[in-house]
């Protein structure tokens, strides 16, 4: 079993960065690739990065590509997004969520743990 707490989420202004920070705890957090979804109010849920268990791998939605970085630091159990130049498009909730195995996926039907959210708003 593996918990996660997201963490990092506000408002920011068309064109900011903010730094999304998932927590991880239970079993060995390597073990496990990591990804990033949002949902937008009255949309489904999509894919936006994915990051590899040893984190030497990465996807990024073509959305965010160039824009966002996932990255990992598993001695502190602890997965982050940051994004940068931001859009009013980006607003949405966001989940971090793991999957058993270390290679990455994008596909969110493949992930078994899921944390519970951070908003994020982009004004323009």
């Known amino acids: 079993q593996v918990q996660l707490v997201e963490s990092g989420g506000g408002l920011v202004q068309a064109g900011g960065s903010l730094r999304l920070s998932c927590a991880a705890s239970g079993r060995t957090v390597s073990s496990y690739a990591m990804g990033w979804f949002r949902q937008a109010p009255g949309k489904e849920r999509e894919f936006v990065a994915a990051?590899?268990?040893?984190?030497?791998?990465?996807a990024y939605a073509d959305s965010v590509k160039g824009r966002f970085t996932s990255s990992r630091d598993n001695a502190k159990s602890t997965l982050y997004l940051q994004m940068n130049s931001l859009k009013p498009e980006d607003t949405a909730v966001y989940y971090c969520?793991?999957?058993?195995?270390?290679?990455?996926?994008?596909?969110?039907?493949?992930?078994?743990?899921w944390g519970q959210g951070t908003q994020v708003t982009v004004s323009s």
């Open positions: 969520a793991a999957k058993r195995g270390r290679i990455l996926s994008e596909g969110g039907y493949e992930y078994d743990f």
């Open positions: 990051i590899s268990g040893s984190g030497g791998s990465t």
